[in-house]
C-alpha cells in the first residue's frame, strides 16, 4: 500500500496551554496560534488569574500580542483558591470571560503555591460550576511527600477523584495531561460528564527519555512522564475513537537556565511542531483517519463549544527541529530539538 502523504483536517485547538505572561507570551504565542484556532489558556501566572478583571486583562494582552492577521481566539480560565467566590465564577462564566476553572492541588506544580489545600474548601464554588455546566480542569496528582511522584496521579484519583466524581455526578471534569493506564481507565469507565487531555510527550516518551544515560531535564514535566505500559495505554486511548480523549499540549516554556539547573523547572516547550507531533503519533498506529476527531471534534464537543470553520493540511516531510530558540531575548530548547520529525504543518 502507498503511504498516504498529506492530510487535512479541521482546524484543531489546543484544550490545555501556558501562554505565560509579557514578553514571553510574545514570543511564544505565534507557535499556538499558527496551528490552532483557540486555546484553553492555563492562569498559572504569578499572580495567578484568579478572578474576572485578571481574566480579562489577560485576554487582552494576548489578543494585542497576536501576529498580524492571526485569527486565534484564547479561551481564558481561572485559578481556584481556597477562598475562590462561586459567585465571582459563576459571573465570568455568564460574561464568556472564563471558559473553565483550574484546580491546582496546592505546590502540585509550576505556580500551584495558591493551590487548592483540600477539596473541601471549594465545594461551594463546584456545585455552582455544576449548576451552570462550567467544565473544571484537574491538574490531578496527590501533593503528600510520602507518595512516590510516580504514583501521584493514580492516588490522586482513588483518593480525590473518585469521590469527587460521585459527590457531583453532573459536574464536567477534564482530568488534564494524564499520563498513566489507570487514569485511562478511570476516564473510560466514568460517565460523558468526564473527559481527559493527552500531551504529545506522554504518547510518545516514557521515564528512561528523562533518567536513562544521563539526566534530560527538556523532557521533564509534571505529571512526569512513567513507565513503557503507561505510554502504550495513553496512545490506545488516543486513537481509540473515544470522545473522551482529546488534544491538549501543556506546552510550558522554561528557559534553558531554568530547566538545566540544580532544581529544574518542570514544563516542556512542545508549541512549535505540537500538531505534527499528534500526525507522527496516529501515523505510527496506523490511525490517521482518527486525528481529526482527538484534534478538532471531540474537544469543542465536550465544552459545547461549535466545531472551527476551515481546515489545516499536513504533509510527510522531514522537519528538523532546531536545538534552541532564541525567545524573549532568552534560549527555550524546544520538545524533540535537534531532531527530525515527519510531518509538516503546510501553512
Ligand atoms: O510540566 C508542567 N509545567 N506541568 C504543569 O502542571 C505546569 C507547567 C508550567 O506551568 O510550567
Ligand atoms: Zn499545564
Same mark, same amino acid.
Given at each position: 500500500? %502507498?503511504?498516504?502523504? %498529506? ?30 484556532? !483557540? ?19 489577560? #485576554?487582552? #494582552? ?7 492577521? *492571526? ?11 481556597? /477562598? ?22 496546592? $505546590? ?29 480542569? &484537574? ?8 507518595? /512516590? ?9 482513588? #483518593? ?45 516518551? $516514557? *521515564? $528512561? ?17 512513567? *513507565?513503557?505500559?503507561? !505510554? ?16 491538549? %499540549? ?5 528557559? !534553558? ?53 476551515? %481546515? &489545516? ?30 510531518? *509538516?504543518?503546510?501553512?
Amino acid at each position: 500500500m %502507498t503511504q498516504q502523504q %498529506t492530510i487535512t483536517i479541521r482546524r484543531p485547538d489546543d484544550w490545555h496551554v501556558h501562554l505565560r505572561d509579557g514578553v514571553m507570551m510574545q514570543g511564544v504565542l505565534g507557535f499556538t496560534a499558527r496551528q490552532f484556532a !483557540r486555546a484553553i489558556v492555563m492562569p498559572n501566572l504569578s499572580p495567578p488569574v484568579a478572578d474576572v478583571a485578571a481574566a480579562q486583562s489577560y #485576554r487582552e #494582552r494576548i489578543l494585542a500580542a497576536l501576529p498580524e492577521g *492571526r485569527s486565534f481566539q484564547p479561551l481564558m480560565t481561572c485559578y481556584l483558591t481556597d /477562598d475562590s467566590d462561586p459567585a465571582e465564577i459563576a459571573r465570568g462564566f455568564a460574561a464568556g470571560i472564563f471558559t473553565a476553572a483550574k484546580l491546582y492541588p496546592a $505546590n502540585a506544580t509550576t505556580n500551584s503555591a495558591q493551590g487548592v489545600t483540600a477539596v473541601r474548601n471549594i465545594m461551594p464554588v463546584l456545585e455552582r460550576m455544576q449548576q451552570t455546566g462550567m467544565p473544571l480542569l &484537574v491538574h490531578g496528582e496527590v501533593t503528600d511527600h510520602e507518595v /512516590d511522584i510516580f504514583d501521584r496521579e493514580a492516588v490522586f484519583i482513588e #483518593r480525590i477523584l473518585d469521590k469527587l466524581v460521585r459527590d457531583l455526578p453532573d459536574l464536567k471534569i477534564v482530568f488534564e495531561h494524564i499520563t498513566t493506564s489507570e487514569a485511562v481507565q478511570f476516564v473510560q469507565s466514568a460517565g460523558p460528564k468526564i473527559a481527559a487531555t493527552i500531551t504529545p510527550q506522554h504518547l510518545q516518551i $516514557n *521515564r $528512561n527519555a528523562i533518567l536513562a544515560g544521563g539526566l534530560r531535564p527538556h523532557f521533564y514535566c509534571l505529571p512526569v512522564a512513567k *513507565r513503557e505500559e503507561h !505510554r502504550i495505554a495513553l496512545r490506545k486511548a488516543a486513537i481509540s475513537g473515544s470522545p473522551k480523549f482529546f488534544l491538549g %499540549t501543556d506546552s510550558a516554556p522554561h528557559e !534553558r537556565g531554568a530547566k538545566e539547573s540544580s532544581c529544574g523547572c518542570a514544563g516542556i516547550f512542545n508549541a512549535p511542531h505540537a500538531l505534527e507531533s499528534y500526525a507522527a503519533v496516529f501515523d505510527e498506529e496506523n490511525a490517521l483517519d482518527r486525528l481529526e476527531a482527538f484534534a478538532s471534534e471531540f474537544g469543542p464537543r465536550f465544552y459545547g463549544l461549535p466545531l472551527n470553520e476551515g %481546515t &489545516v493540511t499536513l504533509q510527510r516531510a522531514e522537519v528538523q527541529v532546531p536545538e534552541s530558540l532564541t525567545i524573549a531575548g532568552g534560549e527555550i530548547v524546544p520538545y524533540h530539538a535537534g531532531q527530525v520529525i515527519g510531518w *509538516r504543518l503546510v501553512e
